[in-house]
């Protein structure tokens, strides 16, 4: 499949003849032939594979093995069987891409899954310790796996928890603890459509979350060289020399940037953050590992090119580029190698290797490549927002880079360059903002209007001081000489927060965005994968066409209704947002209802009547709502109420009079959701679990 095959092959193709009555139908066809040649089918491979992912993941059971083999021996006998057709080939290549996707996570599943703890478990365990989240105040956050129970303890069944803790001394990779635990099931999603920890901890093979009674034992302490062991010890240390320098929020922040560790960063200053359009600061990705390897790389090119003799005589740009992939290695090492850091590492090593083989670094070709090894390594990375967030932006930035490279690049003065500088920070910011925009807004419910002022600010900052001060702090600090560069890093991060502040100030609340369904997704991956096919001005008409297919079916409705499953809690709609009319405000559901909702809950209904056996609501919406606290309860509510809520088992006959959300529903379903339909006059009734009987819900193994 080389061009030179393609183009002596191209006038003698018929697949995308069309007649001369429809000349645009034969221009359009033209391009479609011209762009699925060898180098842009590539491109598509990722995208063929994501859908494969996804059509997985909506199943309502798992496939059988046997009809994936039968699928892959099909199309690779396709594949045998057209292999002299190019078109026909490429397609069926696309087909087996899908059907890759497709495959990898049952793959996944059946060699890193772990049945899922279905009840919460007391008693004393020992464990390995097989990753260190992090370290902060005292506490940890680790990974245990190797799980056992001791003094007649239930058998916790799962391959490794998720263990928060609280004292004790500290633990490292590798050691063997021991002590009283309470283990818990892994939260399902708070709302539908939300993130799913069940999801993630299944592939994970993290089966259960938890967290000490008490200071736990070692009882075996890993003495042997571990390379695991030795980075995390080292980034402790970092964090350990960051918190006796800097004070909070700056400590917080450094530790974010340099270590990756996040968990002392305050709520609100994520707040700010991220209606500054400044959140991607706090997370290690392509821009830090850019900043960071690209420096490097001049760093070491020009500082060599100093010398005559030695530019004469030394590949300087490869030698460079040598030594930019092992400063992003480190820092992947450093920072905890989260999926958005991995994928920059990755596509660093092809711009980098590009340069050493003396090719074109920048391509759609690599992204899609890069993409491809982290779908492979991690396939379900592609529902978490940050791979999404990522892979967005870095094909809307090297896709904008292909169409203007070939622009000429006449010599410009100081205060030229000085402009295209700041012109490259807007460009970059809006171009990343507007290729993010759809999945941070799903997502995050969150827009950042005036974020290119806020990236224009505060980036030169991170690139020219924070970055540059982090780097070189850690490197002096088995010498002890990071004071300095330390607080240097320290007071431009007070700079960066105080940028934040104002551009959030300046925003006047006008952040928050429209509700979208998963529709939505499947729009903005659409038109993503136009963009990185296409190479022409035809690639802008597909992010352009999402616009009108996103109003008219990726828009969706607020609830009125919203039910906790493992709390108390119920929400109904009142005048100024939600009231509860159990439960209490605090509580981690009903703060991520109110996040995702936009609206305030407060603690009474002022439309609730309440007594022992339960309440009624008459709400404004002109609905009304009954929760049974009862059995008693059931005959008065189920014969006037629109919806019953109940944490007890419904009677039958309740059942055939109103709606209803009893015990059972709960179990089964999780969080629901409830919006009245005026119409129909009865709810829309939306469960966060829909696929009960998949592997990564708890009582499934059963």
């Known amino acids: 499949m080389t061009d030179s095959r393609d183009s002596m092959t191209a006038s003698g193709r ?144 799962v391959r490794r928890a998720r263990l928060f803790v609280r004292s004790g001394p500290d633990i490292s990779h590798g050691d063997v603890v021991q002590g009283r635990m309470r283990l818990a099931p892994v939260p ?155 994928r920059a590492t990755l596509m660093l090593i092809l711009v980098f290797g590009a340069v050493l083989a003396e090719r074109q670094a920048l391509t759609m070709r690599n992204v899609a490549l890069a993409a491809l090894v982290l779908i492979a390594i991690d396939p379900s990375s592609i529902f978490r927002p940050g791979f999404q967030l990522s892979f967005a932006a870095v094909v809307g930035l090297v896709g904008v880079y292909e169409v203007s490279r070939d622009r000429s690049d006449h010599q410009r003065s100081v205060f030229g360059s000085i402009l295209r500088f700041f012109g490259g920070l807007a460009a970059t910011s809006l171009i990343a903002g507007l290729a993010t925009l759809l999945f941070a807004a799903y997502h995050f419910q969150q827009t950042a209007p005036l974020g290119i002022v806020g990236n224009m600010l505060a980036l030169p900052l991170v690139g020219f001081v924070v970055l540059p001060s982090a780097f070189v702090s850690v490197m002096l600090m088995p010498l002890g000489l990071e004071w300095p560069f330390l607080s240097l890093m320290g007071w431009g991060i007070s700079i960066i ?52 297919f996103v109003i008219l079916f990726g828009l969706d409705r607020p609830p009125d209704i919203l039910i906790a499953d493992t709390t108390q809690a119920v929400a109904v709609r009142d005048t100024d947002g939600f009231g509860l009319i159990s439960g209490q405000t605090g509580s981690f559901a009903v703060d991520a209802w109110s996040e995702t909702y936009m609206a305030p809950i407060v603690s009474t209904n002022s439309t609730a009547q309440c007594d022992s056996i339960g309440c009624f609501v008459t709400a404004p919406g002109g609905f009304s709502v009954a929760l049974v606290k009862d059995i008693g309860g059931f005959d008065d509510d189920c014969r006037i109420a629109d919806l019953v809520i109940a944490r007890i088992p419904a009677t039958a006959s309740c059942r055939t009079m109103t709606q209803v959300i009893d015990q059972y529903d709960l179990q089964t379903g999780g969080v629901h959701w409830a919006a009245w339909d005026v119409e129909a006059g009865e709810f829309e009734i939306r469960p966060a679990i829909t696929d009960t009987g998949r592997p990564w819900r708890p009582g499934s193994w059963r």
């Open 14 to 157: 018929s697949y995308w003849r069309w007649p001369t009555a429809f000349p645009q139908f034969a221009m359009f066809a033209g391009a479609i032939d011209n762009a699925l040649s060898a180098r842009r089918l590539i491109v598509l491979i990722p995208f063929g594979a994501i859908c494969g992912l996804l059509i997985y993941r909506l199943l309502p059971s798992e496939p059988q093995l046997w009809a994936l083999g039968v699928a892959g021996a099909f199309l690779v006998a396709a594949c045998i069987v057209v292999r002299a057709h190019l078109v026909a080939l490429r397609l069926v290549v696309i087909a087996l891409s899908l059907w890759s996707g497709f495959s990898l996570l049952p793959l996944h599943g059946a060699l890193f899954g772990t049945e899922m703890l279905y009840a919460p478990a007391y008693g004393t365990y020992s464990g390995t310790v097989t990753r260190v989240l992090n370290s902060s105040g005292g506490a940890q956050r680790v990974i245990l796996s190797e799980l056992q129970a001791l003094e007649g303890s239930r058998d916790p069944i």
């Open 188 to 342: 399902s999603p708070v709302v539908p459509g939300g993130y799913d920890s069940q999801f993630h901890g299944y592939f994970d093979g993290v089966g259960a979350f938890g967290n000490t009674l008490g200071a736990p034992t070692v009882i075996k302490a890993e003495n042997a060289f571990d390379v695991l062991r030795f980075i995390d010890t080292i980034r402790r240390a970092v964090g350990q020399r960051i918190d006796q320098v800097l004070e909070p929020p700056e400590a917080a922040i450094a530790r974010a940037l340099t270590i990756g560790d996040q968990s002392g960063i305050s709520d609100d200053v994520r707040d700010t953050m991220a209606t500054a359009g400044l959140a991607h600061v706090l997370a290690i990705s392509g821009l830090h590992l850019t900043l960071v390897a690209g420096g490097v790389f001049l760093a070491i090119r020009r500082g060599l090119g100093l010398s005559y003799s030695l530019s004469l005589r030394w590949p300087l740009k490869k030698i460079g580029a040598v030594a930019g992939i092992a400063a992003a290695l480190f820092y992947l090492a450093l920072s905890g190698a989260s999926v958005s850091a991995i």
């Open 497 to 548: 927060l105080g940028i934040a502040e104002f551009v959030a100030g300046a925003s006047g609340g006008i952040s928050g965005s429209p509700l979208l369904s998963p529709i939505a997704l499947i729009v903005g991956l659409t038109g993503l994968a136009w963009f990185a096919f296409f190479t022409g001005r035809e690639r802008y008409a597909g992010p352009l066409a999402t616009i009108p």
